[in-house]
């Protein structure tokens, strides 16, 4: 079967259509290419990874897979909403989006346990496929395999960790407290009054736009046909097919696997799907370390900061990421100095002989469910999936979710 465009062009029909070019529709184009399926790989922007995959944490972090779905978070966004530079900022006027969301997420307060669990497990099998596709396809990505510091500067929120850890105990991850003596000697950079520390070996840490862009080339190879700078328009169930509209071409699929982030919600409603993700803000800052005295004063091992929700990430030798906070903001794109701010102080007060003159700022919009586990899987319609709303967790997720889904989609294409 054949679709012609508006200009008499022949689209030809058939195949996987991923809609987004971020983590997780190229790890999804890429499971689905190795197993031999037609993919057709579609993304608004002229390269792949270019919003919520451009500049995130870096951090591929098992150790942070605990829900947010518990009081504390509560307490704690009520708490800060008159703070403009609060880790978490609960913007106060609602919006019917907003407000569903939040009571869906209220709804799965009861699943915090074993959906921190089951996050863990999902966080440790990502792993072993992300490792293997970076060596199969010589991806470099300035990959640094020295683990994640967890560190508290008080007793309760130490306590709490210890909780936290036999959750992720259950789902297969073994962190260990350490004394602050024991930080100093994991992480000899890092200054500042602390109480005490969690450490992950078995974390890492890497460049995901590197990373992405890299898999992106590897999907080439694999003969996946990428659109670049084709906005999807509009979705159409048509005889057990999916059609998609990108400006004046239309093309019928025999599946398509939404991984458009924050997008994925308008166009899982046109499927008749409802898959609730809320775009949640995160920014971040990319300090180049230009000078012999501010390389040498930058941390080596990854680090995230319960009181300040900071996380840190040694990028090669010349880049320190440093990321963080939480926006409920609906859709917004707009970098706020007084948002950027306290990451450039926390670098100063943490690792004070690091030059912070040359700080790239950056956000993006965390695509994320109110269960804080991603939708994988079928949609109610023959050939509709789902590889979406992985909040601040898709760059640890997305391999495990790829090959979750790439299964299912070519188990059905066989058949």
């Not at 569903?100 to 799965?108: C, D, G, Q, T, V």
């Not at 509209?245 to 599946?255: H, N, Q, R």
């Not at 992985?390 to 495990?400: D, E, F, Q, R, Y």
């Amino acid at each position: 079967m054949e679709v012609l465009a508006p200009d008499g062009r022949v689209l030809q029909a058939g195949g996987v259509a991923v809609l987004g070019g971020g983590i997780t529709g190229v790890t999804t184009a890429y499971a689905l290419a190795k197993r031999g399926v037609d993919v057709t790989l579609i993304e608004r922007h002229r390269y792949a990874a270019m919003e919520t995959s451009y500049a995130n944490g870096g951090q591929l972090s098992a150790s942070h897979a605990e829900v947010w779905n518990h009081k504390a978070t509560i307490v704690n966004a009520l708490k800060w909403m008159a703070r403009r530079d609060a880790p978490l900022l609960l913007h106060p006027w609602p919006s019917w989006h907003k407000l569903s969301w939040f009571a869906e997420f209220l709804a799965a307060m009861p699943d915090y346990e074993r959906n921190t669990i089951a996050t863990a497990r999902m966080a440790i099998a990502a792993r072993e496929h992300l490792f293997a596709w970076a060596q199969a396809e010589n991806i470099a990505f300035d990959h640094r395999r020295a683990g994640i510091l967890h560190v508290y500067r008080e007793r309760a929120g130490f306590e709490r960790a210890a909780r936290v850890s036999r959750l992720l105990a259950q789902g297969g991850l073994q962190r260990r407290p350490v004394t602050l003596a024991e930080m100093r000697a994991i992480e000899p950079a890092l200054q500042g009054d602390f109480y005490g520390g969690y450490y992950t070996d078995s974390d890492s840490t890497g460049d995901i736009h590197k990373f992405t862009s890299g898999l992106a080339d590897a999907c080439v190879r694999l003969g996946v046909a990428c659109r670049y700078g084709a906005q999807v328009t509009a979705l159409a169930r048509e005889g057990g097919k999916v059609r998609v509209a990108t400006g004046e071409d239309s093309t019928v699929f025999d599946a398509v696997v939404v991984c458009a982030g924050t997008a994925s919600r308008a166009l899982a409603a046109s499927l008749g799907d409802h898959v609730n993700v809320y775009p949640v803000k995160g920014y971040s800052i990319t300090v180049q370390l230009d000078d012999a005295a501010s390389r040498a004063a930058a941390p080596s091992v990854s680090l995230l900061d319960d009181a300040t929700k900071l996380v840190s990430s040694r990028l090669g030798e010349d880049r320190l990421r440093v990321a963080g906070t939480a926006e409920f903001n609906g859709i917004d794109y707009d970098i706020r100095a007084d948002r950027i701010r306290p990451l450039v102080q926390w670098v100063e007060q943490c690792f004070p002989g690091i030059n912070t003159r040359q700080a790239i700022p950056w956000a993006g919009l965390r695509p994320m469910l109110p269960a804080m586990l991603p939708k994988v899987g079928p949609g109610k319609a023959p050939g509709v999936y789902y590889n979406t709303g992985h909040g601040h967790l898709g760059w640890t997720l997305a391999a495990a979710t790829a090959e979750l889904v790439a299964q299912q989609v070519a188990a059905v294409a066989r058949d």
